[in-house]
């Protein structure tokens, strides 16, 4: 009778405190709450509608039942999406920001070739920033620095400068001499030493763009891997030839090392040999090894028309001739004579050289990120500076059903988080639509979502986002750019000090 009467009154308590959950639930009054959207988090596989709870910079609560907020948003209709991560930037500044937020970005890092004196750059943005900001160490500035020939130049510009800008500007025309120098073997050492420096300074691992500086030895670039692996260093590169063979060997170089590797635009450096370079990459992660790849969804290119990229030989190497070159600053397709004439000035071409089913081949593989690879700043800069991930929903999720809305929010969002979060760990709160996550938020209309960025015109915001959140402001509301608030963080590396 005692034992019956206890279990009686333990299940009194127990409905009691669930009824009181339930009352503190209803009665909790969120900042701001997310109403009726379709919620799609990659992580837990949620796909459903929910209210969406937000206190503060994080996710609070995701519920079917009506939440309070001081504010509440009806996204009824839209996708309520982990804010876009974009591993693959140039554009430095608050006018590729606001681009690339209209196009869903929370999270834009320059990871690919790395910023120039990093801490100061990371000074430089704090306060400042639309969104969250990062970026690796830049191997080819600290193998420049390191030169006993330059040595001059890069003290008299650090000393003089005022800003970042100017620090940079100072030795912006020195640096790509260094490109096409060897390294003595004490000034390799002094290379290494700058890299684990300004990885104290925050950097997202080692940027190593080595199809900028070709003419590099193997034997330069593998101790590169060694340091990596030895600091377990994320090393992001652009291979040194458009081939496959030099997917290889920096594959190769990142397995005998231990170095983890990120290889960037797989289509832009496998051309038609893309589906083999995907193929290895995913055979290298069966085998457990700590590699991973991305592309962006253009068929055109893009870089400096005096760049490694056009010595003798490109038009073999890239299978195109100077008509599919198109002039940044004018829109114009080359000849040879403008071509020669421009080559000395310097300037952006974009490359038109791929083919459709090579980036759906890239698209479609598992485990392939997008990211965008944008320009700096330009009215005829290549579009994917504004568009890439609207042009993946709209063109390859909606119009031609290539990957499901889930599988593309994932690659966008959970993929590039986790692949940063060992080096990184602040992404663990990103990239997920989950309580206790960053309110970095996402919501789009999936019916509509499309890039409006063209060669022919140049950039423009995309259409379809509706609302983007960054730590729980809106940067973006209706489509439309909120003035004069600046909630983007710095991302910095685990070796900061």
């Avoid at 990062?134 to 400068?161: H, I, L, T």
């Avoid at 568009?387 to 909606?398: D, F, P």
């Avoid at 919501?443 to 960025?453: E, L, M, R």
Wanted: aromatic share 8%; charged share 20%; glycine share 8%.
């Amino acid at each position: 009778m005692i034992s019956k009467s206890l279990s009686l009154f333990c299940s009194f308590l127990l409905c009691l405190q669930l009824i009181q959950a339930t009352f503190a639930q209803s009665n909790i009054q969120y900042d701001i709450v997310l109403k009726g959207g379709r919620v799609i988090d990659p992580e837990t596989k949620l796909d459903a509608v929910r209210n969406v709870g937000i206190i503060q910079n994080r996710i609070a609560e995701i519920s079917s039942e009506p939440l309070r907020g001081k504010e509440v948003i009806d996204v009824s209709g839209l996708v309520v999406a982990p804010g876009f991560i974009d591993l693959h930037v140039h554009g430095r500044t608050n006018v590729e920001q606001e681009y690339q937020l209209h196009d869903g970005v929370t999270t834009a890092l320059d990871l690919e070739w790395g910023v120039e004196n990093l801490g100061m750059w990371y000074e430089s943005r704090k306060s400042k920033a639309l969104i969250h900001y990062g970026a690796s160490v830049n191997w080819p500035y600290e193998r420049f620095r390191s030169m006993d020939k330059y040595k001059q130049a890069v003290e008299d510009a650090s000393s003089q400068a005022s800003s970042w800008e100017s620090s940079i500007d100072k030795v912006g025309d020195l640096m790509p001499q260094s490109y096409l120098e060897q390294l003595s073997p004490e000034e390799e050492v002094l290379t290494h030493q700058n890299i684990k420096l300004s990885l104290e300074e925050g950097g997202l691992g080692i940027g190593v763009p080595i199809g900028y500086l070709p003419n590099t030895k193997a034997e330069e670039m593998y101790r590169v891997f060694e340091l990596a692996g030895e600091m377990k260093a994320l090393v992001y590169t652009h291979v040194r030839i458009p081939n496959v063979y030099s997917v290889q060997e920096v594959i190769a170089d990142a397995i005998l090392t231990g170095a983890p590797l990120h290889i960037v635009h797989i289509n832009s450096v496998s051309l038609d040999q893309i589906g083999l370079s995907v193929k290895m990459v995913q055979t290298a992660q069966d085998k457990g090894f700590d590699i991973s790849t991305e592309l962006y969804p253009y068929t055109a290119a893009s870089t400096g028309l005096a760049s490694a990229i056009f010595n003798d030989g490109w038009q073999d190497r890239l299978g195109i001739s100077y008509g599919d070159l198109q002039w940044v600053a004018t829109g114009e397709r080359l000849t040879k004579e403008t071509f020669e004439v421009y080559q000395k000035t310097g300037g952006t071409v974009i490359i038109h050289l791929m083919k459709p089913e090579w980036i759906k081949t890239g698209i479609a593989a598992p485990g392939v990120m997008i990211a965008s690879d944008g320009s700096s700043y330009s009215k005829l800069a290549h579009p994917r500076t504004a568009g890439t991930y609207s042009k993946v929903l709209g063109q390859y999720v909606r119009e031609e059903k290539l990957i499901d809305l889930p599988t593309a929010i994932a690659k966008m969002t959970l993929l590039p988080a986790k692949r940063m979060e060992d080096l990184s760990p602040m992404m663990r709160f990103k990239g997920r639509i989950q309580v206790g996550a960053d309110a970095d938020i996402t919501i789009f209309n999936p019916d509509t979502v499309i890039d409006k960025a063209t060669f022919e015109e140049g950039l423009a915001f995309s259409e379809g986002i509706e609302y983007v959140l960054v730590t729980g402001t809106f940067v973006l509301r209706k489509g439309e750019t909120v003035l004069n608030v600046f909630p983007g963080n710095p991302i910095y590396g685990k070796f900061k000090k």
